[in-house]
């Protein structure tokens, strides 16, 4: 074979062994994955985004290459939600990652195959037939509301040996939510604690929890995360430091904030399952046929500087808990 010849052989024998290659077949097909949130959209720039699209290019998902992504985010008007699901339709996603019972509800009426990353037990609020066999268009994460909520109260009565009345403030427009302050109540219950109810609708209802608690100060407060208490987490942060009240809340991110402490799953574990999921689908999963999982890291975070300024004295058996002190 001349050389010339030979040359040219060798070249079309790489084109086509590249274009043969599964790596080369999986960066031409662009995979359309949509999020809808009931806060501000998800950005892939900032948590929980940052850890669901790290675990998506750990499968060989990269933005711009061989993955498009639409998010959607209601800001706290729930009521967007049906809006919002139709525009991810009309954008042909084929999995929609949803945060919150909302977004997972609209989610779920729209027949895209989901993956929900927080909002509740769903299998309480109907999204799932049970956690071993989904069936439907839903699958996802789901919280062990019971257990959390009496982790939470055992943390906030090893801190408060006198505990006797805890505040706990929820969304009482979100089922999920509401099933996990119930879940908190009987906790509550068990230790032997009363507890002060404050559901809230709207921003402006904080204003009358605040002003219950006024009038009737507890020993603690216990806040139950979704899209309206994290939009207001601040104005609760700091009625507790105003009050010097010890607050115990669902993520670490509000410790961060200046909260007191939060005991809660791994959100970075969380959203790599979620990936994990996404990857399975686009590769022709159902999601009746992906089992619910449960996450199996919680972390437990104290931030000492606020715990000081409220004149708290932690005990060194809660500290030697922690999995993470912030000074």
């Known amino acids: 074979m001349r050389r010339r010849e030979f040359i040219s052989f060798l070249g079309s024998t790489a084109t086509w062994l590249l274009s043969a290659s599964p790596a080369t077949t999986q960066t031409r097909k662009q995979h359309r994955l949509g999020t809808l949130v009931a806060s501000a959209p998800m950005s892939p720039a900032a948590p929980p985004g940052t850890f669901l699209f790290e675990g998506l290019a750990r499968r060989g998902y990269v933005l711009g290459q061989n993955l498009a992504h639409e998010a959607r985010g209601a800001s706290g008007k729930v009521n967007e939600m049906p809006r919002l699901i139709q525009e991810l339709k009309t954008a042909r996603v084929e999995v929609v990652v949803t945060a919150s019972y909302p977004a997972a509800t609209a989610a779920k009426s729209s027949g895209i195959p989901t993956v929900i990353a927080s909002g509740g037990d769903p299998v309480a609020t109907g999204l799932v037939q049970s956690l071993a066999a989904p069936g439907g268009t839903v699958t996802g994460i789901a919280d062990d509301a019971s257990a959390l909520s009496t982790k939470r109260l055992s943390l906030l009565a090893a801190m408060l040996p006198k505990l006797r009345r805890v505040a706990m403030l929820w969304n009482k427009e979100d089922l999920g939510m509401s099933l996990r302050y119930e879940s908190s109540a009987k906790a509550a219950n068990g230790i032997g604690a009363t507890v002060q109810p404050l559901g809230v609708r709207e921003p402006n209802d904080f204003d009358e929890a605040f002003a219950a608690m006024t009038r009737d100060l507890p020993d603690a407060i216990l806040m139950v995360s979704d899209s309206l208490t994290l939009l207001n987490r601040k104005r609760v942060i700091d009625f507790a430091a105003e009050h010097k009240l010890p607050a115990i809340y ?46 199996t890291r919680y972390l437990f975070v104290i931030n000492l500087k606020t715990a000081r300024s409220i004149g ?5 058996t809660v500290l030697a808990l922690a999995d993470e002190v912030i000074e």
């Not at 970075?268 to 619910?292: C, H, N, T």
């Open 312 to 316: 708290l004295n932690i005990p060194p």
């Open 250 to 295: 669902e993520g670490d991110s509000i410790v961060r904030d200046g909260g007191l402490m939060s005991y809660g799953a791994d959100v970075k574990e969380i959203y790599d399952r979620a990936a994990a999921m996404v990857d399975l689908i686009f590769k022709g999963a159902k999601p009746a046929d992906l089992p619910v999982e449960q996450p």
